[in-house]
């Protein structure tokens, strides 16, 4: 277009004169400086990067009933960000690779981001990706399970908050003219609901003294399972942005499927998330590039949800073999799609955000009755279960709670497609009705956002009881799921 303009002015010149010519170069220096317009239309921008946060040794590695020390790192953790640009309104995602992280520590990264960057942070989404084989960012010790929002930072919470930062600033300088699209593929074989309501009569005692209709990982092939207490969501939804070039810039995935796990004791690791961005990376054929590729895989509504079929039979695999598998698998099926993607050369972008209050739960009077029963019982006396003791120290430590808690909701539009966050391990039918309940076309959610409060179940979970419903698993209202879903088809209707 350039040229032709040029042409164009040296042709006419003698028709239009000095005066009509010089006006000719100056449009002509606008669009070489202002490419943006040169296309004579809105321009669309974006760029990726990934920050590493690998912790230090020695740090207790959470997620599982006790905490081992990180003595060896199997791979990198990493904090992966993507920010576009639509020449009005810029969007930053973010995927950090540990089990959950502290509001806190995504707030100081917000706040330094927005100062350094003008974002503002109700357009950043910053997400955990579950990994149980990452060190602590929600406190060390006992710190993790109790209420502390204005106690600082400590040095791997401080050192992950500036990482975050810094990415999203170097994503932010590799902006670049990019194209735009997205899509989705079922991936069924890996996904299966973890709680299993069991066969009448059969005894299922919870650590608060009482009896559950629902049994989390009841055990593979058990001979009493009934069927399972929820359904699954096998849909992989992908992002992905292109340089207009065609070169890929980054691919933002996500999968209603829980940690793999299958790690030896004391390792750091990524889990399939990491795996996934590392597979779908060598398919693309992108590992040599400058600026660098960059894929992530954040987790939808899993918190019912994980990769082991109980129905069997039991297969044993060595370390790392089962999430490299489910990573195989998932990028392949997405690759299938990644050709047929509709590429668009510009979207609107779009985000709002509300701070919900929800209600804290607490005991009822016969439940903190045998919490104080429990806790004077001596060790050496055995209980009904084996996890009374730990739950009863855990309902303890949620005194230090406020009655009441603010949480971050956010949702994000790109295009035709909506994004939820929701800072929670969210159970599946939560992600399922909000698919069907939005106003826009296209729609997944991303759990752990912005933040990490326990378990999200449905209030119909919550009758059917289960690990996720205990008391201290999960904190917040019963109705809780109801309020957060109202509120996101509020933020995507103000939206639309």
């Given at each position: 277009?350039?040229?032709?303009?040029?042409?164009?002015?040296?042709?006419?010149?003698?028709?239009?004169?000095?005066?009509?010519?010089?006006?000719?170069?100056?449009?002509?220096?606008?669009?070489?400086?202002?490419?943006?317009?040169?296309?004579?239309?809105?321009?669309?921008?974006?760029?990726?990067?990934?920050?590493?946060?690998?912790?230090?040794?020695?740090?207790?590695?959470?997620?599982?009933?006790?905490?081992?020390?990180?003595?060896?790192?199997?791979?990198?953790?990493?904090?992966?960000?993507?920010?576009?640009?639509?020449?009005?309104?810029?969007?930053?995602?973010?995927?950090?690779?540990?089990?959950?992280?502290?509001?806190?520590?995504?707030?100081?990264?917000?706040?330094?981001?927005?100062?350094?960057?003008?974002?503002?942070?109700?357009?950043?989404?910053?997400?955990?990706?579950?990994?149980?084989?990452?060190?602590?960012?929600?406190?060390?010790?006992?710190?993790?399970?109790?209420?502390?929002?204005?106690?600082?930072?400590?040095?791997?919470?401080?050192?992950?908050?500036?990482?975050?930062?810094?990415?999203?600033?170097?994503?932010?300088?590799?902006?670049?003219?990019?194209?735009?699209?997205?899509?989705?593929?079922?991936?069924?074989?890996?996904?299966?609901?973890?709680?299993?309501?069991?066969?009448?009569?059969?005894?299922?005692?919870?650590?608060?003294?009482?009896?559950?209709?629902?049994?989390?990982?009841?055990?593979?092939?058990?001979?009493?399972?009934?069927?399972?207490?929820?359904?699954?969501?096998?849909?992989?939804?992908?992002?992905?942005?292109?340089?207009?070039?065609?070169?890929?810039?980054?691919?933002?995935?996500?999968?209603?499927?829980?940690?793999?796990g299958g790690v030896p004791t004391g390792h750091v690791s990524a889990d399939y998330f990491g795996m996934f961005a590392d597979k779908i990376q060598e398919l693309l054929g992108a590992d040599r590039q400058n600026p660098?590729?960059?894929?992530?895989?954040?987790?939808?509504?899993?918190?019912?949800?994980?990769?082991?079929?109980?129905?069997?039979?039991?297969?044993?695999?060595?370390?790392?073999?089962?999430?490299?598998?489910?990573?195989?698998?998932?990028?392949?099926?997405?690759?299938?799609?990644?050709?047929?993607?509709?590429?668009?050369?510009?979207?609107?972008?779009?985000?709002?955000?509300?701070?919900?209050?929800?209600?804290?739960?607490?005991?009822?009077?016969?439940?903190?009755?045998?919490?104080?029963?429990?806790?004077?019982?001596?060790?050496?006396?055995?209980?009904?279960?084996?996890?009374?003791?730990?739950?009863?120290?855990?309902?303890?430590?949620?005194?230090?709670?406020?009655?009441?808690?603010?949480?971050?909701?956010?949702?994000?539009?790109?295009?035709?497609?909506?994004?939820?966050?929701?800072?929670?391990?969210?159970?599946?039918?939560?992600?399922?009705?909000?698919?069907?309940?939005?106003?826009?076309?296209?729609?997944?959610?991303?759990?752990?956002?912005?933040?990490?409060?326990?378990?999200?179940?449905?209030?119909?979970?919550?009758?059917?009881?289960?690990?996720?419903?205990?008391?201290?698993?999960?904190?917040?209202?019963?109705?809780?799921?109801?309020?957060?879903?109202?509120?996101?088809?509020?933020?995507?209707?103000?939206?639309?």
């Open positions: 277009m350039k040229k032709i303009l040029s042409k164009e002015c040296m042709l006419r010149s003698k028709d239009i004169g000095l005066y009509g010519f010089a006006i000719c170069l100056v449009f002509l220096s606008y669009l070489i400086f202002n490419p943006v317009h040169a296309q004579g239309d809105k321009s669309f921008m974006a760029g990726a990067y990934k920050s590493n946060i690998t912790p230090k040794l020695g740090g207790p590695i959470i997620g599982g009933w006790n905490s081992p020390p990180a003595d060896y790192i199997h791979d990198e953790l990493f904090a992966r960000s993507i920010v576009m640009d639509d020449g009005e309104n810029k969007l930053v995602m973010v995927t950090v690779d540990n089990v959950g992280v502290d509001q806190k520590v995504f707030d100081v990264a917000k706040q330094r981001i927005e100062e350094a960057t003008g974002i503002p942070a109700s357009h950043i989404l910053i997400a955990s990706t579950h990994t149980h084989s990452a060190t602590s960012a929600r406190g060390v010790g006992e710190k993790g399970r109790e209420w502390h929002p204005d106690e600082p930072l400590d040095d791997y919470q401080s050192f992950m908050a500036s990482r975050i930062s810094d990415g999203v600033q170097i994503a932010l300088g590799n902006l670049e003219p990019a194209r735009i699209g997205w899509g989705s593929v079922d991936v069924p074989q890996h996904v299966f609901n973890r709680r299993w309501k069991m066969k009448p009569g059969i005894p299922t005692p919870n650590p608060l003294g009482g009896n559950d209709i629902a049994v989390m990982n009841p055990g593979v092939g058990n001979p009493n399972l009934l069927e399972p207490a929820g359904p699954t969501d096998p849909e992989v939804s992908y992002l992905s942005i292109q340089a207009t070039d065609g070169r890929p810039l980054a691919l933002f995935a996500n999968y209603s499927l829980h940690y793999v660098g590729f960059v894929a992530m895989m954040s987790n939808g509504t899993s918190g019912d949800i994980n990769n082991i079929n109980f129905r069997g039979p039991r297969v044993s695999r060595p370390p790392y073999e089962k999430m490299k598998l489910v990573a195989d698998d998932v990028a392949k099926a997405v690759m299938k799609g990644y050709h047929d993607i509709n590429y668009l050369d510009w979207v609107p972008l779009d985000a709002k955000q509300a701070q919900l209050n929800l209600k804290v739960r607490r005991p009822s009077p016969e439940l903190a009755k045998f919490v104080e029963e429990v806790n004077a019982r001596p060790e050496t006396v055995e209980g009904r279960h084996r996890l009374e003791k730990t739950y009863a120290k855990r309902i303890k430590q949620m005194e230090t709670f406020p009655d009441d808690i603010d949480v971050i909701i956010q949702a994000f539009k790109i295009g035709d497609l909506g994004i939820g966050a929701i800072p929670f391990e969210t159970f599946v039918e939560i992600g399922l009705e909000l698919k069907e309940r939005s106003p826009l076309d296209d729609h997944f959610t991303i759990g752990l956002a912005n933040g990490l409060y326990g378990y999200l179940p449905t209030p119909e979970q919550h009758k059917l009881g289960g690990y996720e419903t205990w008391l201290s698993t999960n904190r917040v209202e019963e109705v809780a799921s109801d309020k957060i879903i109202a509120q996101l088809l509020d933020l995507f209707n103000d939206l639309k």
